[in-house]
């Protein structure tokens, strides 16, 4: 079974400075999905990648297959990027077997 | 509209009670799916249905019954709850079976809380 870890599980930061957080999973897989859980509780799927690299504004996802890697990055935070961020992976690796979680890195940007 | 919808936001119950969740989608996906969220913000997968047949029943005490009328509802009754019963309930939908490799659209989450 894949085992995910995410770093840090807590960053602060001010506001406007580049933010990284990383992903370390244990199986190849096909995909991997970065998720944005808000302070109110509600979750949103930011990201699905497979290779390379994949932006949204001013979020940026890369992922490493063959380090088994992934970062999220965030350019010029803002508070209102303050939230929890979750890396997810097949269970099985590849593309089976339904998502694993990572415990979720808590991001809090001071104004 | 909302894509993703779950009602109760919250339910408060005693133990011992029985309480239904109910899960509708509107995305005319294929596959819906329950985790629970515990205490340390923890996700972790209990059921997928694909077209009202469950798929994945990820070690799930047999007092969580997950029901699926048609392919755009999945409700969640569990019996008997106990005090670690207490979590966020989460539902989710994907278009694909394929789940781990097709972005999921979650619901608001329905706190449960067993006294």
Known sequence: KNEVEQSPQNLTAQEGEFITINCSYSVGISALHWLQQHPGGGIVSLFMLSSGKKKHGRLIATINIQEKHSSLHITASHPRDSAVYICAVPTLGGSQGNLIFGKGTKLSVKP | ?115
């Open chain 2, 1 to 115: 509209d909302t894509a993703v919808s779950q009602t109760p936001k919250y339910l408060v119950t005693q133990m011992g009670n029985d309480k239904s969740i109910k899960c509708e989608q509107n995305l005319g996906h294929d596959t819906m799916y329950w985790y629970k969220q515990d205490s340390k913000k923890f996700l972790k997968i209990m059921f997928s249905y694909n077209n009202k047949e469950l798929i994945i029943n990820e070690t799930v005490p047999n007092r969580f019954s997950p029901k699926s009328p048609d392919k755009a509802h999945l409700n969640l009754h569990i019996n008997s709850l106990e005090l670690g019963d207490s979590a966020v309930y989460f539902c989710a939908s994907s278009r694909l079976l394929a789940g781990a490799t097709d972005t999921q659209y979650f619901g608001p989450g329905t706190r449960l809380t067993v006294l």
